[in-house]
């Protein structure tokens, strides 16, 4: 009798993939770090994987497990290098003028009595001597000096909305509508995606991003690679392969249903191939990583843990095209601004780098684009209670060795740089950033996913 | 005019509807009795219950009572276990629906004594008037945390309440005020501080004329020596209160938006009642579109009590204490994402679906069987008599066409397979606690 396990099949293809690649010789692994798993999991291994499992027992169906198993692999197949965005959020309006410090602005010191940074702090913003970064964005600074990041000293928008929700809904969906229903990197997916790679737009938070809702292409919400099981607890042999059938299936047969019957039958659909994409991903029995990285993330936090999830998987080859979390840490400082902004400006700052390093060690970095941004950046002037309250033009980072590393914009000082709220004014608008972004990294025609997208100043962002 | 009301017959079906809508689903012969009483009669049971009483067994999961106000995550199985055991669904349903409109996260020593305390608040105005309950929320202690109140004073103005009291409590993003009016706002918001911090958390809350800024503001059109009883005042008078309030209070009960003439009734309702929140509901749970529109998407703590009571069961097993049942599935009570409260538009994706198994997983797990300890299992069962077992289990939820015939299905494979003797009675042990989390999984399962 032949009782073949979907994880030890799994199990086997992953472990010839690794020997595979285990004398090609990484580059920059740390020393004592044992075979980078996710490194070894080849595209091939992904493709065998397909070849053995794309069976589907209960019956075809448009939505099928095996026709996503078939669209994700082919996705993978058709398109390697295809380049990748991944965009930060940092939820609440980061304080831009704590990040990059108008220190040598003459009001900066009257507008921030408490908040200021003290005299020599931080190290000097080679692109405008006035600013000087915080001491713990010291090693977002590095990779600037390293010419890797691009610097939004002032981004935003006109009239800038100073709702939490209003301004972040205006970002994710690029443009300034309240009544837009699909993100910007959604409708992206919408033109260029397949209908059979929920893979292709990644959410890391465990739930969707808005920015990646699309219209029609499927995309994927997960919290990392290493736990996406679904078991029962007395369902085991064939009994539980047949199960994570059943449970696509069931969905596969509603998913054209009208309304939420529907939408619950695609996610179930959805699930069971992305159940299948993951499994090689997942930790052992014992709870240990079926993958490891090739550098050092900070530790005891979803966000690194999640960006070093991402770099496993592009490294493994899935068919990854946009990609979205949100960092840790509370950005809306109201009150006590000082208790929390450093520790997790720090953590922001060294998962960012860590995860430049790791696809650097496996040769993915220039593949991929990380762009940093935040709904609205905070007033000037600082509040009574040692906070700062909503203000407008923030502050956005694009990182990566393909980015062009030149500052975009300027910082427009606290004079008349400060609009008739007290608020910066934006010197550049995320719209013409998308818009770029699109054209440079996608090679996208900007106008159909940006309403008025010639409208707007293009950035040069992409070297 | 009057609200439309639903005229056709009111069966098993509706009353199943109106229970999930209403409350956390049904428990044993809950569906017969509702239906018998009519649409009238069930929707004023429902706004008018009993004195609440909490029957089924204690929430016992480490062997002794929870204490919600100090261990962690005991606050959520505490809620859990009332949507669980009330006997007025609709209040508790309520509460949850102010939870998530005026979205509160506890803030220092007191994190969780503080959003129980707002919690009792929140029920005892469950279907009271919106009003008292805006202005109770603005002098709430955890709000006054959680949002800046505290840091509110003369002089000093901290914006971040009164910014979201227009925004998210009363009127709508933009929707009739200007950057002006959160300023003003701010200022007549002042005067709310506390006394002093213990192990406890703050405590001494109250208002101090001295912190309070006397003077004349102008706010949404009116000027005068505004306080925070005004602020409320202002924002519930102002014409974009009413319909703000009935779509979203008409939201958490119907997925589809109210056509224009039922919003225009009901926003008349609300006002000739001068903002009692009743008239409103009643209204809302007797109209057509709850039970002729389409299937919504059950909130995770909803789906969580709903799975608790169909079992007949209560928050008693030891795998309850720990358990990160919330989080995983997009809902962890108490713990809102940010101030806007949970975004109902975007429940269901892959990794929420994820959680949602684990939420049936860790409540059918408890009664799971095994091959060793269900030896007279029988051996020949076949797939039909299968999976009525397990809807039997959950209480006989109603399911599609299309997912009994996967059901049957995939319960003819399992003993296709079992061809070996020592599997014939394992498989068929092992397919009743697949199909059990099948069931609980199943796109009906997640909508009602």
């Known amino acids: 009798m032949a009782h073949h396990h979907c994880r030890d099949f799994d199990r086997a293809a992953f472990l010839r993939g690794v020997a595979a690649e285990a004398g090609r010789g990484l580059p920059a692994v740390k020393p004592g770090t044992p075979l980078p798993a996710g490194t070894g999991l080849s595209r091939r291994s992904l493709l065998m994987r397909s070849a053995g ?112 929700f209003t301004s972040r809904h205006y970002w994710e969906v690029g443009q300034t509508n309240a009544n837009a229903a699909t993100g910007w990197l959604g409708r992206y997916l919408d033109r260029v995606g397949t209908g059979a790679n929920p893979l292709q737009g990644l959410s890391l938070d465990g739930s969707l991003s808005p920015a990646l809702a699309t219209a029609q292409a499927p995309v994927a919400a997960i919290e990392g690679p290493g736990s996406y099981e679904f078991w029962g607890r007395g369902v085991w042999g064939d009994v539980e392969e047949w199960m994570h059938e059943a449970f696509a299936d069931i969905g596969a047969a509603h998913a054209s249903s009208p309304g939420a019957l529907g ?24 709870g240990n990583k079926a993958y490891t990285s090739p550098v050092e993330y900070p530790a005891g936090d979803d966000f690194p843990e999640r960006l070093a999830g991402l770099a496993a998987m592009l490294a493994a080859g899935l068919p990854i095209r946009c990609v979205a979390l949100s960092a840790g840490g509370d950005w809306d400082t109201h009150d006590n601004q000082e208790e929390d902004f450093a520790d997790s400006l720090k953590l922001t700052a060294d998962s960012l780098a860590a995860f430049q390093s790791d696809l650097e060690a496996r040769g993915l970095a220039d593949r991929a684009l990380v762009l940093v941004w935040s709904e609205f950046g905070r007033r000037a002037e600082e509040n009574g209670s040692a906070g700062t309250d909503h203000g407008a033009g923030g502050t956005a980072f694009l990182i990566g060795t393909r980015a062009r590393g030149r500052m975009v914009g300027e910082f427009p000082g606290l004079g008349r740089g400060l609009d008739a709220e007290g608020n910066l004014r934006a010197t550049s608008d995320f719209r013409g950033v998308y818009s770029g972004l699109l054209e440079q990294w996608f090679a996208t025609d900007a106008a159909a996913i940006i309403p008025g997208a010639a409208g707007f100043a293009r950035p040069e962002l992409v070297r | 005019m009057a609200v439309p009301t639903y005229s056709g017959s009111f069966g098993p079906a509706e009353a199943e509807r109106l229970l999930w809508r209403a409350g956390f689903g049904p428990k ?10 009519g649409l009238a009669g069930a929707v004023s049971s429902l706004t008018n219950p009993p004195r609440e009483k909490l029957t089924g067994p204690q929430p016992r999961p480490d062997g002794r009572s929870l204490n919600p106000a100090v261990t962690s995550g005991h606050n959520a199985l505490w809620w859990l276990d009332r949507m669980v055991r009330t006997n007025q669904p609709l209040v508790e349903r309520m509460t949850l629906v102010w939870h998530d409109w005026f979205a509160t996260r506890g803030v220092g020593p007191g994190k969780r004594r503080m959003p129980l305390e707002q919690n009792y608040m929140l029920r005892r105005h469950a279907l009271g008037n919106f009003r008292a309950l805006a202005l109770e929320v603005t002098r709430d202690p955890a709000m006054l945390l959680f949002l800046s109140g505290v840091h509110n004073r003369m002089g000093k103005p901290n914006e971040n309440y009164g910014r979201e009291l227009m925004e998210l409590f009363t009127l709508g993003a933009g929707n009739g005020y200007s950057e002006r009016d959160v300023r003003e706002q701010a200022r007549a918001l002042t005067g709310y501080t506390f006394t002093r911090v213990t192990s406890r958390g703050h405590e001494g809350f109250r208002y101090d004329k001295r912190r309070h800024d006397p003077g004349r503001k102008r706010i949404l059109g009116k000027t005068g020596r505004f306080d925070a009883r005004d602020a409320v005042d202002l924002a519930v008078r102002h014409p974009a209160h009413g319909p703000f309030f009935v779509t979203k209070l008409w939201s958490a009960f119907i997925p589809t938006p109210p056509e224009p003439g039922t919003l225009g009734e009901l926003v008349s309702l609300y006002r000739s009642r001068r903002y009692a929140v009743k008239p409103v509901v009643e209204a809302i749970l007797k109209h057509p579109d709850l039970y002729q529109g389409p299937r919504m998407v059950k909130p995770p703590a909803v789906y969580a009590a709903g799975l608790i009571r169909a079992l007949g069961d209560g928050i008693t097993q030891r795998s309850w204490s720990g358990a990160d049942y919330g989080g ?17 538009s975007s429940w269901l994706d892959t990794g929420t679906f994820q959680g949602r198994w684990k939420v049936a997983r860790l409540i059918a797990s408890e009664y799971s069987l095994s091959p060793g300890e269900n030896r007279d299992y029988p051996a020949n069962e076949d797939g039909d008599t299968a999976v009525n077992r397990a809807l039997a289990f959950w209480g006989s939820p109603t399911l599609t066409r299309e997912t009994r015939r996967t059901l049957i299905e995939f319960a003819d494979a399992c003993a296709r397979d079992a061809n070996v003797e020592y599997l014939r009675t394992a498989y068929r042990v092992s397919r009743q606690n697949a199909l059990r989390m099948l069931i609980a999984t199943a796109p009906e399962s997640h909508t009602s």
Request: without cysteine; hydrophobic residues 45%.
């Open chain 2, 328 to 344: 995983d599935s997009g809902q962890r009570l108490f713990d809102p994402p940010n101030v806007s409260g949970w975004d109902e």
């Open chain 2, 28 to 37: 044993q012969g809950e569906i017969e009795a509702l239906a018998a009483k």
């Open chain 1, 263 to 286: 939408a619950a039958g695609a996610v179930a659909a959805r699930a069971g191939q992305l159940r299948r994409d993951l499994l090689p991903f997942r930790d052992d029995a014992d």
């Open chain 1, 53 to 164: 499992m794309a069976m589907s027992i209960y019956g075809a169906s448009a939505l099928s497990p095996g026709a996503f198993e078939a669209g994700v692999a082919e996705a993978a197949a058709a398109s390697p290098n295809a380049p990748v965005l991944v965009s930060v959020f940092l939820e609440g309006g980061i304080d831009s003028m704590s990040v990059l410090a108008p220190t040598g602005d003459p009001k900066y010191r009257r507008l921030r009595p408490k908040l200021s940074l003290p005299d020599g702090a931080g190290s000097a913003f080679a692109e405008d001597d006035r600013l000087r970064w915080h001491p713990a964005a010291a090693s977002l600074a590095a990779l600037h000096g390293a010419g890797k990041v691009s610097v939004f000293p002032s981004i935003g928008y006109d009239h800038a909305d100073q709702s939490h």
